[in-house]
Antibody, heavy 121, light 107 residues
């Protein structure tokens, strides 16, 4: 069974960096698919942040491009989110998810349970 | 970016009724539309992809329709477990974008 699990600090100070880890079990992230970060704001808006592919290439939402970095540790089957220069507007629940495809249609088929991150001094 | 306009924002219905949620894309997404269900404190669950294809294990009372820019999710004969939030998502191109969500509540 494929499972994703986010971890990281729940509180980050403004102007600092937010760092989260997604640990994947049941599937090797280098075997296929793309591995995404998605966030849901307190007002329920959802935003796709970016992904790292199974080959290690990345694709970021242009709205975050100068602040975001997604990396991975293949030995631990983990991928990571770093978001720099955070503000209170980055307060959200952060999810990692697998970007799959069926019949050629992209879809997020496996999700972590989410981690709530608050940006506050 | 492709904007996804979802309506209504909230909806109240009774067990046994049918409801429809709509999603309008700002441009043709060629059927690459995904629907998710999210319950409080849980992560989103994939319901429908390709606008009309039901994910394995999802009850047949859920159905999707639409093409070009207009899409709908219909839930027939609502069950207590269906009261949740629903989101559409553009799957055509990055950045993937989501609708604002519809909260389905019990009347």
């Amino acid at each position: 069974e494929i499972q994703l699990q986010e971890s990281g600090p729940g509180l980050v100070k403004p102007s600092q960096s937010l760092s989260l880890t997604c640990s994947v079990t049941g599937y090797t992230i280098t075997s296929g698919y793309d591995w995404s970060w998605i966030r849901k704001f307190p007002g329920n808006k959802m935003e796709w942040m970016g992904y790292i592919s199974n080959s290690g290439s990345t694709n970021y939402n242009p709205s975050l491009k100068i602040r975001i970095s997604i990396t991975r540790d293949t030995s631990k089957n983990q991928f990571f989110l770093q978001l720099n220069s955070v503000t209170t507007e980055d307060t959200a629940t952060y999810y990692c998810a697998r970007l799959g495809a069926a019949y050629g249609y992209p879809l997020f088929d496996y999700w972590g349970q989410g981690v709530m991150v608050t940006v506050s001094s | 970016d492709i904007q996804m306009t979802q309506s209504p924002t909230s909806l109240a219905a009774s067990v046994g009724e049918s409801v429809t949620i709509t999603c309008l894309a700002s441009e043709d997404i060629y059927g690459s539309l995904v629907w998710y269900q999210q319950k409080p404190g849980k992560s989103p669950q994939l319901l429908i992809y390709g606008a009309t294809i039901l994910e394995d294990g999802i009850p047949s009372r859920f159905s999707g329709s639409g093409s070009d820019t207009q899409y709908s999710l219909k839930i027939n004969s609502l069950q207590p477990e269906d009261f949740a939030s629903y989101y559409c998502q553009n799957g055509l191109s990055t950045p993937f974008t989501f609708g604002s969500g519809t909260k389905l509540e019990i009347k």
